[in-house]
């Protein structure tokens, strides 16, 4: 009975792994990772904006994502919804640029390529700088996300100095009266009036 429940745990772990999907960071600044499916389990790291993770499971109560990081090799457990079925817009702008680079290629290709009949070469030249100016748009749109996404994160992270500034400055001040109270209470004990001793005077 042990020997088959054993094989059947195994058998699950293989097929976690082998049915991981593969999914993508939002684009936030970045993400922590717990270890634990909540926000309430230690936090054991970060996930930066735009990586390719696996995700192994799913935990619907806490709707948290179990995650391996595949460049770091790391794990955790993020919020579910952080995660992305396609790359980041950083990656898709560069793939796009990629492909306008291999389009204004294949046009000088064309170009020079006099075989062709004038009328050929014509369709083909205006299908791609149709194409061309069509990708030229996409880049655009692409540049001015990335553009408005960097500006979020730059203004999240001075948010998150300036919380950090004030927890520092609130303990600052908390030690600060703690040692003026001590200071207050060593100057005012050597002035607090002493217990006489009755004994001697009633042996008298």
């Known amino acids: ?13 293989v ?9 993508y960071i ?10 634990g499916p909540g926000n309430n389990y230690r ?3 970060t996930v930066n ?9 799913y935990d619907s109560d806490s709707q948290f994502a179990h995650i391996h990081i595949i460049d770091s090799g790391k794990d955790g457990w993020i919020e579910a919804d952080k995660l992305s079925n396609t790359v980041s817009l950083d990656a898709q702008l560069k793939q796009n640029q990629t492909q306008l680079q291999q389009t204004q290629q294949q046009l ?23 194409q061309l100016s069509t990708e030229k748009q996409q880049t655009t749109q692409l540049h001015q996300q990335l553009s408005t996404i960097m500006a979020e994160n730059k203004k ?3 948010q998150l100095s300036s919380i950090q500034e004030n927890v520092q400055m609130q303990w600052l001040l908390r030690g600060g009266m ?15 009036p002493r217990r006489k001793k009755h004994k001697e005077e009633r042996w008298m």
Not at 178 to 189: E, F, M, P, T
């Open 178 to 192: 703690v040692a003026g109270a001590g200071l207050i209470l060593g100057l005012i004990i050597p002035y607090l």
């Open 43 to 45: 936090i054991v790291g």
């Open 15 to 23: 097929s976690a792994s082998t049915f991981a999907a593969q999914r």
């Open 108 to 130: 000088k290709q064309l170009k020079a390529e006099t075989q062709q009949t004038e009328q050929s070469k014509s369709e083909t030249i205006d299908q791609l700088q149709q």
């Open 26 to 35: 939002t684009n936030d600044l970045f993400i922590y990772m717990h270890s």
């Open 156 to 158: 999240l992270s001075s």
């Open 49 to 57: 904006a735009g990586e390719a993770v696996n995700e192994l499971e």
């Open 1 to 13: 009975m042990k020997y088959k429940l054993l094989l059947s745990v195994l058998a699950l772990g």
